[in-house]
């Protein structure tokens, strides 16, 4: 069984690699070889983390929180400033994210150990920086343990409905004002369609206008005339709706549902604890990843900046999936 599950996952990431490639290679071909070589050092990693014990790792997992903690904060410390925010560390001159970087290791810590409000502090640090959408992915890295532990589900729940009463002065006093028009402009996009509406209004034309076999490759007017932005960041899937349209799309989305399917089968199929709920936890970061950003594409989400996994370009993101991989096939 744990053959064919790694077949499978190495199928469905063949297809994403290949997806990612070409769509690059189409609206950024500038960023190939760099793209290229994440994906080398993710497999590299992929590699590293096949040879980590998950069981070891518990001796460590007090040093591992406390790096990861000062990592987080890190961007902060450097005020490192892009686009208003400071989620970034450059370091001899390539760009790395720690919120992304940390979540392997994270995870590690909640897997084997029985203070999971802990990752509370994490969380905020991201927060602080501030960076809505990685604190969101990072925090769903908790939901495996809250489902684990009966008492700490109901406390969630409690917790979630307590939220959500306060969720009014929680947008008035807690969000930013470039959050809370995101939320606005969500709601009617065309409300302001020069500002903050005209990402998801060119997303939505993108999509669209790709049809069920899609304009052809370096043929989508919205990417390659510039007309959607982050075009192949955050609005990656948009950007290959239009070239590649329903077919190909399609495509990627079948490919998710393979990964994602098999490491929750691979989750339930391993005795060890720590590894299962590893597992379960890279696969629902996964999921909800590719969710928000394919629902922030078509408008049913608002825009929280979630990269599109193994899809948008950005090395952090995809050298950390792959580690994380390693990780669960190291047994």
Not at 13 to 32: K, Q
Not at 48 to 57: E, P
Not at 143 to 163: A, D, E, H, Q, V
Not at 323 to 329: A, W
Request: proline share 5%.
């Amino acid at each position: 069984m744990s053959r064919s599950l790694w077949l499978t996952t190495l199928i469905s990431l063949s297809v994403l690699f290949c997806i990612n490639i070409l769509m690059i290679s189409s609206i950024a071909p500038n960023l190939v070889l760099k793209q290229l070589l994440a994906w080398l050092i993710g497999i590299i990693l992929f590699f590293v983390g096949k040879q980590i014990n998950l069981k070891q790792l518990n001796s460590y997992k007090w040093p591992i929180f406390i790096i990861s903690c000062v990592l987080l904060f890190l961007p902060i410390l450097l005020n490192s400033i892009n686009r208003g925010s400071r989620r970034w560390i450059y370091l001899f001159g390539a760009t790395l994210q720690p919120s992304e970087l940390v979540k392997p290791w994270l995870m590690s810590f909640l897997a084997t150990t029985n203070l999971p409000l802990l990752h509370f502090i994490p969380v905020s640090i991201i927060m602080a920086q501030p960076d809505l959408g990685s604190a969101i992915s990072v925090f769903f890295l908790i939901i495996p343990i809250i489902l684990y532990n009966k008492k700490l589900l109901k406390l969630s729940l409690l917790l979630g409905f307590i939220f959500i009463l306060a969720s009014p002065l929680v947008y008035k006093y807690v969000l930013h004002d470039y959050q809370q028009n995101r939320i606005i402009t969500f709601l009617n996009p065309k409300a302001d369609p020069l500002g903050e509406g005209y990402n998801v209004i060119q997303s939505q034309i993108a999509i669209g206008s790709g049809g069920i076999f899609g304009k052809g490759y370096k043929k989508g007017t919205q990417g390659q005339l510039l007309f959607l932005p982050e075009k192949h960041t955050d609005f990656m899937f948009a950007t290959t709706a239009e070239e590649l349209g329903l077919v190909g799309i399609s495509i990627v989305v079948f490919a998710y549902y393979l990964l994602i399917s098999t490491l929750f089968n691979k989750a339930f199929s391993t005795k060890n604890r720590a590894l299962f709920l590893f597992t379960l936890g890279i696969a629902i970061q996964i999921w909800m990843q590719t969710f928000v950003n394919i629902g922030m594409n078509i408008g049913i989400l608002p825009v929280t900046g979630i990269p599109l996994p193994f899809i948008s370009v950005g090395g952090s993101s995809l050298m950390t999936l792959l580690f994380s991989l390693g990780i669960i096939y190291s047994s």
